[in-house]
């Protein structure tokens, strides 16, 4: 490899070791203060709201995915067959069970501008998300983001309407806040009854761009609330080559007249001629840009990856409607098909990052689950009256 090739590997490894670790050791430091909002859901549009999550930690449910090495679900295991390990130290396992809670669902859609051709297939998704990941008592929400963060669809059971927010979906600016619709999507479902399984689907590029909550701090929030993330990538640069000719194109910033690239021979490079020619019809800049980030997230991650790794769930990048469809389908598969596991960590006397490792006896299986949670001062309450059982204190079941 020539040297310059090898120093702008290692520069891309460089600024994704920056990209994405600082956010992750942000989730391992922070400190917990209350929600800025109250309990209600907040406006339909959220400008420049910042969340923070507070959680007492008392009983830890984890969500374990086993499969085989032709990467098939695994459901016929026992509690015998688990180990859970925090912070190092093995937990009794004291509940065990094949997912049958049900499900709140909160679904993300990027509606940037930059994704506006993508959008007529994640329009048309909206039947399997029902019908494939909510099934007959799943709830969800539809929540969009762009320049803005918005509400499409509070949370409802009915189908029909969860399709009619996913079908109107209308593109937007020109941003991508990633983080900000994750935090209120974490906040949202932080308010859901607590015997109901909490689930987050994005459908973005890989992108996290105007976002005022970090990255890192949103993810803690999922963590501490025992959500899990399924990410379905974007190909941005698909959505760049099928725009029309003049699409979310910025004006030429040289004037009329001036040569931007060759004409054919004979021809004098007007600017109607050079628009004809297609010099204005492309941005070459925007195009160079999204190959170098998406040349860096193919070496060192990207947000949506970290946000599906941080919290146990699964990325999938997809370019055509076939792919997103798949994921789709294999997003509900797994979610039917998760072992949970619950144990009351008994080393809560150590705060910070407690790190889960979860165990499979059987060498040719693999279980996937969510890497640790936040564990943080105890939060200060009013006094039960005596009696009171502690299962009914306020604390997130997680």
């Known amino acids: 490899m020539p040297a310059w090739n090898r120093r702008l590997l290692a520069l891309f490894l460089l600024s994704g070791w920056v990209t994405v670790a600082l956010p992750l050791a942000a989730a391992q430091q922070g400190k917990p203060s209350p929600a800025k909002q109250s309990s209600s859901a907040g406006p339909a549009s959220d400008q420049d709201q910042e969340y923070s999550f507070s959680v007492n930690v008392q009983v830890v449910t984890v969500p374990v995915t086993v499969t085989n090495q032709k990467g098939d679900f695994v459901t016929d295991l026992d509690k015998s067959d688990f180990t859970i390990l925090d912070d190092g130290k093995q937990q009794r396992i004291e509940n065990f069970e094949l997912s049958s809670e049900p499900l709140s669902l909160a679904v993300l859609v990027d509606t940037s501008s930059r994704v506006q051709s993508l959008l007529p297939d994640v329009r048309n998704s909206g039947i399997l998300i029902t019908q494939l990941i909510l099934g007959e008592s799943g709830e969800a929400a539809v929540l969009t983001f762009d320049r803005d963060v918005r509400i499409a669809q509070d949370f409802t059971s009915d189908a029909d309407k969860i399709e009619a927010a996913i079908k109107g979906l209308q593109p937007g600016g020109d941003q991508t806040r990633l983080s900000d619709a994750v935090a209120r999507a974490v906040f949202l479902l932080q308010q859901r009854p607590r015997e109901r399984r909490k689930v987050i689907v994005i459908i973005s590029e890989a992108r996290d761009q105007g976002s005022r909550n970090k990255l890192g701090m949103a993810l803690r929030g999922a963590q501490q609330l025992g959500i899990s993330v399924y990410s379905i990538g974007l190909s941005t640069l698909k959505a760049l080559a ?53 040349t860096k997230s193919l070496i060192t991650g990207n947000p949506l990856t970290v946000y599906a790794a941080g919290s146990g769930g699964a990325d999938f990048p997809t370019d055509n409607k076939g792919k997103l469809e798949k994921a789709l389908s294999r997003i509900g598969e797994e979610l039917r098909n998760q072992y949970l596991l619950t144990y009351r960590p008994d080393n809560l006397d150590t705060t910070g ?11 040719d299986l693999q279980a996937r689950a969510r890497p640790g949670y936040m564990l943080t001062p105890p939060v200060q309450s009013t006094p039960k009256s005596s009696g009171s059982d502690s299962e009914n204190d306020p604390v997130v079941r997680r």
């Open 242 to 294: 099928n725009e029309k000719p003049g699409e979310n194109v910025a004006s030429s910033p040289y004037p009329p007249g001036v040569v931007t690239r060759p004409t054919p021979g004979m021809v004098p490079p007007t600017p109607d001629t050079q628009t004809n020619y297609n010099a204005m019809n492309v941005n070459v800049l925007e195009l160079i840009s999204d190959l170098v980030t998406y």
């Open 353 to 363: 990052f407690h790190t889960i490792q979860v165990n499979v006896n059987r060498r």
